[in-house]
């Protein structure tokens, strides 16, 4: 059954957001099927299955899309073609099993109706009993096995009868033994001999991964490409950065303290130096480490004869290039150590390697540059041949995606530049140039690429959303409102836009209209956890603290896991005060706060729900957790400083407001309350 489709189109982001999770998985070779590993069931003489998936060899953990039967070798034995969705993407699989069972293979041909033969049957009179076949296309899910007909005939080996029932009806004996026959209707069966069978393989695994040796582990780029900048200290804490290899070719090497691939590469390297200085380069590299793990890469790689730069893994530099490297490939393939990069004398990379490279190769690799167009191609393209295409060009729109949902705005802003200076009239690409620009704090850039951008598509709901957030913050709230309520009436579920349009009125003072806008939300997106959130403040900040309660209620139950949904209900069940309310308040926030330690509102309002409880020391201890986890919001500091007083500490009251106001000197309730203090 297939439901029927809505009259009108909602967009959803929940629903965006899980396809591109899902497309995101596709290209990163993710398994669909949880590498669930493949089944093979044997028929038993008794009607029954036996699981051979183990001893066949078959229970391969790619994620099986389709296979075929075939007899590729034309030894008798029914073989194996087997298609997965990801990588390898077709296995040959060859029927070496010896039963000593005979077989009769059967190829059939029509002169009437279709020349296939496609519904045709082969009833066989055998030791075994009768036997019946039939021609069939569409033999699985994009898949179609062999138009022969394989029959197993046992150790006897005998046929006692056999015909064919043609497809327009007609019936045709047909004189046959243990072999391969074809035949064409009206016509005696032709045989032809069998192969003989080959050796059985030797037993061992099955191949896996090519090795990094493989030449398939390095690629030349058809299109040289700009790399992102790096700049960070060696390990004697000088600041270096990419720039210093500009003028020579050079390779920037990515390693980690605990790979010994790394340290051998390394070392390789460094003893090679004078062949490298011959190919006229120079190396950096760049050790990638997790926090406070400086010595043990100190320890790994001080002595070696080229700058090796500290880089922490959740650097935004390293980011750039993991997205790169990503871009670079079909398959999304994260940046794993040891990677290098082969950089021109401007700083473009030439050529990529996956795994430890060989000084000898890369040495080579230098001496080749710079590369004339027509030896680019040759090392680039995979096999020689003709092009006939006007030429290769990278997708930079693609590029500058993923370089922007990997952080790396910088080098996005220049890729999506490029992909407009090619395509002027698009108004995605202008949409994530002003995205790029905006996260790279060029806001005066980001308005004037969403103007284009609406300039070309007028109904962009999320180009009018971000430019109306620019100018909120400017101040310019008319304009922007009049953008947010456009972006709705192009995308009545666009929850993003709904809630800056109700904070626009909430910083007016208009909580109804905002009220109603979330409402309206919602009318189109029900189901939307984060809209409800914010309805229920925006009920409480209008004055229905019932009603917000109702609010945070339906998040939480349409999802359980979300935090907001939970500090904000215990909140409003606090500032309700009924003789229910305070126990569920309680019982809310705390089971939020062990389920999400981090989340500085789900702390603070445990601090709160501790303070009626008259539990002080706790609530002092959920204060400073809460602000350990964002030290940046003053709730938790203010609540903490109204503790210190109702514990007649002023001291205690002061310190943690003078805290606040360091981070915040604006901060006027922090302000207010000090002045209080000093009277």
């Not at 009806?169 to 005696?188: D, F, T």
């Not at 922490?312 to 390293?318: P, Y």
């Not at 990997?406 to 690409?429: C, I, T």
């Given at each position: 059954?297939?439901?029927?489709?809505?009259?009108?189109?909602?967009?959803?982001?929940?629903?965006?957001?899980?396809?591109?999770?899902?497309?995101?998985?596709?290209?990163?070779?993710?398994?669909?099927?949880?590498?669930?590993?493949?089944?093979?069931?044997?028929?038993?003489?008794?009607?029954?299955?036996?699981?051979?998936?183990?001893?066949?060899?078959?229970?391969?953990?790619?994620?099986?899309?389709?296979?075929?039967?075939?007899?590729?070798?034309?030894?008798?034995?029914?073989?194996?073609?087997?298609?997965?969705?990801?990588?390898?993407?077709?296995?040959?699989?060859?029927?070496?099993?010896?039963?000593?069972?005979?077989?009769?293979?059967?190829?059939?041909?029509?002169?009437?109706?279709?020349?296939?033969?496609?519904?045709?049957?082969?009833?066989?009179?055998?030791?075994?009993?009768?036997?019946?076949?039939?021609?069939?296309?569409?033999?699985?899910?994009?898949?179609?096995?062999?138009?022969?007909?394989?029959?197993?005939?046992?150790?006897?080996?005998?046929?006692?009868?056999?015909?064919?029932?043609?497809?327009?009806?007609?019936?045709?004996?047909?004189?046959?033994?243990?072999?391969?026959?074809?035949?064409?209707?009206?016509?005696?069966?032709?045989?032809?001999?069998?192969?003989?069978?080959?050796?059985?393989?030797?037993?061992?695994?099955?191949?896996?991964?090519?090795?990094?040796?493989?030449?398939?582990?390095?690629?030349?780029?058809?299109?040289?490409?700009?790399?992102?900048?790096?700049?960070?200290?060696?390990?004697?804490?000088?600041?270096?950065?990419?720039?210093?290899?500009?003028?020579?070719?050079?390779?920037?090497?990515?390693?980690?303290?605990?790979?010994?691939?790394?340290?051998?590469?390394?070392?390789?390297?460094?003893?090679?130096?004078?062949?490298?200085?011959?190919?006229?380069?120079?190396?950096?590299?760049?050790?990638?480490?997790?926090?406070?793990?400086?010595?043990?890469?100190?320890?790994?790689?001080?002595?070696?004869?080229?700058?090796?730069?500290?880089?922490?893994?959740?650097?935004?530099?390293?980011?750039?290039?993991?997205?790169?490297?990503?871009?670079?490939?079909?398959?999304?393939?994260?940046?794993?150590?040891?990677?290098?990069?082969?950089?021109?004398?401007?700083?473009?990379?030439?050529?990529?390697?996956?795994?430890?490279?060989?000084?000898?190769?890369?040495?080579?690799?230098?001496?080749?540059?710079?590369?004339?167009?027509?030896?680019?191609?040759?090392?680039?393209?995979?096999?020689?041949?003709?092009?006939?295409?006007?030429?290769?060009?990278?997708?930079?729109?693609?590029?500058?995606?993923?370089?922007?949902?990997?952080?790396?705005?910088?080098?996005?802003?220049?890729?999506?530049?490029?992909?407009?200076?090619?395509?002027?009239?698009?108004?995605?690409?202008?949409?994530?140039?002003?995205?790029?620009?905006?996260?790279?704090?060029?806001?005066?850039?980001?308005?004037?690429?969403?103007?284009?951008?609406?300039?070309?598509?007028?109904?962009?709901?999320?180009?009018?959303?971000?430019?109306?957030?620019?100018?909120?913050?400017?101040?310019?709230?008319?304009?922007?409102?009049?953008?947010?309520?456009?972006?709705?009436?192009?995308?009545?579920?666009?929850?993003?836009?709904?809630?800056?349009?109700?904070?626009?009125?909430?910083?007016?003072?208009?909580?109804?209209?905002?009220?109603?806008?979330?409402?309206?939300?919602?009318?189109?997106?029900?189901?939307?956890?984060?809209?409800?959130?914010?309805?229920?403040?925006a009920l409480y900040t209008a004055g229905d603290i019932d009603g917000g309660v109702g609010a945070y209620?339906?998040?939480?139950?349409?999802?359980?896991?979300?935090?907001?949904?939970?500090?904000?209900?215990?909140?409003?069940l606090l500032k309700r005060g009924g003789r229910a309310d305070l126990p569920e308040a309680r019982q809310?926030?705390?089971?939020?706060?062990?389920?999400?330690?981090?989340?500085?509102?789900?702390?603070?309002?445990?601090?709160?729900?501790?303070?009626?409880?008259?539990?002080?020391?706790?609530?002092?201890?959920?204060?400073?957790?809460?602000?350990?986890?964002?030290?940046?919001?003053?709730?938790?500091?203010?609540?903490?400083?109204?503790?210190?007083?109702?514990?007649?500490?002023?001291?205690?009251?002061?310190?943690?407001?003078?805290?606040?106001?360091?981070?915040?000197?604006?901060?006027?309730?922090?302000?207010?309350?000090?002045?209080?203090?000093?009277?």
């Amino acid at each position: 059954m297939v439901s029927q489709s809505p009259s009108s189109a909602v967009r959803r982001g929940r629903y965006e957001y899980g396809w591109d999770a899902i497309n995101r998985f596709i290209r990163e070779d993710g398994s669909w099927s949880g590498s669930e590993r493949n089944c093979f069931h044997l028929a038993c003489d008794d009607g029954s299955f036996a699981d051979a998936s183990a001893a066949s060899g078959l229970d391969f953990i790619e994620d099986g899309r389709a296979f075929a039967v075939i007899d590729y070798d034309g030894d008798g034995d029914p073989d194996l073609l087997l298609r997965q969705r990801n990588g390898p993407r077709l296995r040959v699989l060859r029927n070496v099993f010896r039963s000593g069972n005979r077989s009769l293979w059967l190829h059939l041909s029509a002169r009437s109706g279709n020349r296939d033969a496609v519904g045709a049957r082969v009833e066989l009179e055998t030791e075994g009993g009768p036997r019946v076949k039939e021609v069939q296309v569409g033999s699985g899910f994009l898949s179609q096995s062999t138009h022969w007909l394989c029959f197993g005939l046992g150790a006897e080996g005998t046929v006692r009868a056999a015909r064919v029932r043609w497809p327009d009806g007609r019936i045709q004996p047909i004189q046959v033994g243990p072999g391969r026959y074809r035949v064409v209707e009206g016509e005696a069966p032709v045989e032809e001999p069998l192969r003989e069978e080959p050796a059985p393989l030797s037993p061992g695994p099955p191949p896996g991964d090519p090795p990094q040796s493989s030449p398939l582990a390095a690629y030349w780029l058809v299109e040289p490409l700009r790399a992102p900048e790096l700049r960070f200290p060696d390990l004697r804490g000088k600041e270096r950065s990419l720039a210093d290899l500009r003028g020579r070719p050079g390779a920037v090497l990515f390693l980690a303290p605990g790979c010994g691939a790394c340290a051998a590469e390394a070392e390789e390297l460094g003893a090679s130096a004078s062949l490298l200085g011959e190919g006229g380069g120079r190396l950096l590299g760049v050790a990638v480490i997790r926090p406070a793990h400086e010595e043990e890469a100190r320890a790994r790689f001080d002595g070696l004869p080229f700058p090796v730069l500290l880089a922490e893994e959740t650097s935004g530099a390293l980011a750039a290039f993991d997205a790169l490297h990503r871009g670079l490939q079909n398959r999304y393939r994260g940046l794993q150590a040891p990677t290098s990069f082969l950089l021109d004398s401007e700083g473009r990379i030439e050529k990529v390697y996956r795994g430890a490279v060989r000084a000898e190769d890369l040495a080579s690799d230098m001496r080749r540059l710079p590369l004339g167009r027509e030896e680019r191609l040759r090392l680039a393209l995979p096999f020689p041949g003709r092009l006939l295409a006007p030429g290769f060009h990278r997708d930079q729109f693609l590029l500058g995606a993923l370089l922007a949902e990997g952080g790396a705005h910088a080098p996005a802003v220049e890729a999506l530049r490029s992909s407009l200076a090619a395509s002027p009239g698009d108004p995605e690409a202008l949409y994530d140039l002003g995205v790029s620009l905006a996260a790279s704090g060029d806001g005066e850039g980001a308005e004037r690429a969403y103007r284009q951008a609406l300039a070309l598509r007028p109904d962009l709901a999320d180009a009018l959303n971000n430019l109306a957030v620019l100018l909120l913050r400017r101040g310019e709230a008319d304009e922007a409102r009049r953008l947010l309520e456009r972006a709705l009436a192009s995308e009545p579920g666009n929850a993003e836009a709904a809630r800056n349009l109700a904070r626009a009125h909430l910083e007016g003072g208009r909580a109804q209209e905002a009220v109603s806008v979330y409402r309206e939300a919602l009318r189109a997106d029900p189901d939307e956890p984060s809209l409800w959130s914010a309805l229920g403040f925006a009920l409480y900040t209008a004055g229905d603290i019932d009603g917000g309660v109702g609010a945070y209620r339906r998040a939480a139950a349409l999802a359980p896991a979300d935090p907001d949904a939970a500090a904000g209900l215990a909140n409003l069940l606090l500032k309700r005060g009924g003789r229910a309310d305070l126990p569920e308040a309680r019982q809310v926030a705390e089971e939020g706060a062990k389920a999400h330690p981090r989340h500085a509102g789900l702390l603070n309002a445990v601090g709160l729900v501790r303070m009626v409880f008259e539990d002080f020391a706790g609530a002092e201890e959920a204060y400073e957790k809460a602000i350990g986890a964002d030290p940046r919001s003053p709730g938790p500091y203010l609540n903490l400083a109204r503790l210190g007083l109702r514990r007649n500490d002023r001291k205690r009251a002061e310190e943690v407001l003078g805290r606040l106001l360091r981070l915040d000197p604006g901060q006027e309730e922090a302000r207010a309350m000090l002045e209080q203090l000093a009277r």
